[in-house]
């Protein structure tokens, strides 16, 4: 029997689900809530703890008399940030494969020879901290499969031959058992419902905010909530092979796909340390046969390799190229823009098309009120479906209610109320029974000389993209209308966009009625509709160069796999949001402007720095081999390469348009 355990988020989840999902060690199950707290950022509390220690052993080294404390704090910096790297490196060369870590990681112990402690020291400071950088990143990643899981119930209601309910766990839940689902409740698995009625809402599957009606008969996916029915279902997808498993499945593939700059980097990072660490072992041995120089020594050959060596670790590389990236990103957190990596910078400067969901992020996710259209006499239709939806939770509700009480209107008096669970909802007004709800539901009640020309009014409302509920009121009907609207600004947005020569596509699991005039309204040209969200990853599988913008967790897969994936923090899903590249934590896409233009910034001063860089190794490197310079000035040399490119770095904390946002604010901000 399987054991549980106490999560770190206060739930119980089996052993087997932690080693499964891939997270880091600081919510593991073996370890205490106090032990949970020293393990979260360990890499980064280490590289701190060496710096300091390194900081510390420097200045401490200026008085000679404190020599053994100086080098007893250098010890402990070798301890923090050489360990780890030591046993990485170890595990590299026992694999075959040497890269820039273990070159970095062999020059800094190196040093120690030669006398050059403290350099060594620094390399290995600087290299935590980069890898402290690249843990951050990966964990970003790894949470986008649990916010799944924690969507997804771990347990349902089994309905027994006896009619009694029994919990159980869904991974113990076969094909064909009968479960029950509760008013409120999410929806374990995947079902086909066999008895009830309710409305579902799938907002974080399709992105669509509508509830759908579901009855017997029709299917219901795993994830989608159950509004006000009780619904039994008999379930015809494993755990394992829900909708939102395979959701998870295609997350992973995505974020497994990409970047290929990080596969060609590697490669090269690994050809590189071979050629340093094979030139220091040539230069070692045959410089003594070309050169009247002697093995040992500082004049020596090896004493000239290993300081070679030293030199052309890339130092300005490993430290100057972050600082590139985290003064952009820096400057985006103060627009409330989340970069997880500079890279996408690098990325999305490389970006020719760019596609957006559309509810919640083109526009608002609300429905608004447009108006009515009555056949027959009912002056006080609107009251009548403001009285009943005041008891309602669903968009439509919200929409009335809120036009409602913007216009100051009064309820009616209402003698009795009763919500159809999948329909809509039943009032008594004047003695006389009034009906609110969908047109499947109305229709068949309308006397047979006004159902043709209700339907053709339905009709022409779909094809502008709208909604509708209908009201049944003594054989007079009132349709309302609804819409939604797009965000504020955001043709403005758009039309910036397509300036700076990107391409817009809009990619929506709505229908196409509802796409259309939202794309048209938008100025957009290129839109597909009725996509699932293997057809949203499949599409931006076969583009490159493209970011995708989206807020559900039908995007999620799509914002994965995507060159850029970019999400909306505050409409967004919990796994939109980790499964992308940039947040938009206030929502504000009016921003995507300044932010393309930050990133190709960043593309020119990171080229500028790289050819920096590579010319503070050549002229530290080549002088030091040939003795014409003392070890500590080709040090120098070489960390005055790290300090010009990140001088160089820092001019992106200013540099930059200001954003649509700030222009506004300083505009409005201006005396008369």
Known sequence: MKQLFPSASGGIELFDEFFDSGLEESVSPFLLPEARKWGVNLPLKAAVTAAV???????ISFFPQQSSLSHFLLLLCYFFAGIPALIASVEDISNLEINIDVLMTLAAFLSILIGSGQEGAL??????????????????????????????????????????LIERSVRDIRVGTDIHVKAGQVIPLDGTVILGSSSVNLVH???????????????????????????????????????LARIIQLITQAQEAKPR?????????????????????????SLPLFFAIPYLGTEGSVYRALAFMIAASPCALIIAIPIAYLSAVSACAKQGILLKGGVILDALAKCKTIGFDKTGTLTTGE???????????????????????????????YAIVNYAQKNHLTLLEMDQFTQVPGYGLKGEFYHQEALLGGAEWIIPKIPNNDVEQIQQALTAIRKKGEVCTLLLFKNNVSIFRFKDTLREGIETTLKALKAEGLKLVMLTGDHVESAAPIAKQAGIDEFYADLRPEDKLSFISHHSHIAMVGDGINDAPALARATVGISMGKVGSSTAVDASDIVLLQDNIELLTWLIQKARQVTKIVKQNLIIASAAIVFATMPALLGWIPLWLAVILHEGGTVIVGLNALRLLTRGKKSHASQRTSQGSRPG
């Open 261 to 285: 700059l990080q596969q060609w980097f590697d490669r090269a990072s690994h050809l590189y340390a071979i050629g340093v660490i094979s030139l220091t072992a040539l230069f070692a041995i």
């Open 53 to 59: 220690l390194l900081l510390c052993s420097f200045v």
């Open 205 to 243: 599957l399709t992105g669509e905010n509508l509830p759908l009606s579901r009855k017997k008969g029709d299917e219901v996916p795993a994830g989608a909530r159950n509004l006000e029915g009780a619904l039994t279902l008999t379930v015809t997808r494993t755990s394992s092979d829900s909708t």
């Open 367 to 397: 429905l608004e009120y447009l108006g009515m259209q009555t056949f027959g006499e009912n002056p006080h239709a609107f009251e009548m479906a403001y009285t009943l939806e005041r008891s309602a939770v669903h968009p439509i509700a």
């Open 123 to 164: 390399l290995l400071v600087l290299f935590s901290f980069s890898s402290a950088m690249e843990e951050s990143v990966r964990s970003k990643a790894k949470g986008a499969l649990a916010s799944l899981k924690q969507l997804s119930p771990q347990k349902a209601f089994v309905v027994e031959k006896d009619g009694f």
